[in-house]
């Protein structure tokens, strides 16, 4: 299935059921992981909107829900390697144990910074959990990643939240870019 986004053409990688699976099964693990326990979920806006409202649907602990909003790729297809710190968080997390709810991790780069920032406000833990991993495109190790959906090769791939030029986050599946 084709679609086009702007000026480029995708094609559907993952099929929104297998997204559906997939997020089933890492809210599992994070229902089990954290019994006990009333971890803080930070989705990082915009990209990770619908994998965060997915995921907390199905996680069967008391948790809380918070945003923080960064941006690295200003509406290209590669990084730019410049991070925008649009705002920060409101909660106090001192001791709190923090989930980071990430679309993608491409370089790591920006995890990397959000992680540096929020452990100066002495968190009790953090660990990160993202949707689509670029294993070839990592830059830095990224020790507190504990949850990945799916890893990916190299492709630029909108859907489900990322984005093109702002546009095709609402398409229901991952797309990849084919032209
Ligand atoms: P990193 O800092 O290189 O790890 O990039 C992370 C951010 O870049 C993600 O949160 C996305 O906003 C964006 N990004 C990385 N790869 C893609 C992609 O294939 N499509 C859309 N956005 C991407």
């Known amino acids: 299935m084709k679609t086009q986004v702007a000026d480029l053409t995708f094609e559907l990688s993952i099929p929104y059921s297998s997204i559906e699976k997939r997020v089933t099964e890492i809210a599992t693990h994070i229902s089990n992981d954290y019994s006990g326990r009333v971890p803080v ?8 909107f619908l994998f965060l409202a997915d995921l907390v649907k199905q996680i069967e602990i008391p948790i809380e829900v918070t945003f ?30 923090i989930i980071l709810v990430e679309d993608i991790v491409d370089t790591g780069n920006t995890i990397h910074y959000l992680i540096e920032k929020l ?41 489900y939240g990322l984005d093109y030029k702002e546009l095709g986050r609402n398409l229901k599946g991952i797309f990849k870019k084919v032209g």
């Open 41 to 48: 979920m930070v989705g990082i806006l915009s990209g990770s």
């Open 68 to 97: 923080a909003k960064l941006a690295s790729y200003y509406g290209g297809t590669s990084t730019t390697r410049k991070i925008r710190d649009d705002f920060d968080l409101t909660i106090d997390i001192k001791g709190r144990d």
């Open 119 to 159: 452990k100066v406000r002495e968190p009790g833990s953090v660990t990160v959990c993202t949707l689509l991993l670029k294993p070839k495109a990592l830059e830095r190790a990224v020790p507190e990643l504990k949850y990945t959906g799916f890893e990916l090769p190299n492709d630029f791939v909108v859907g």
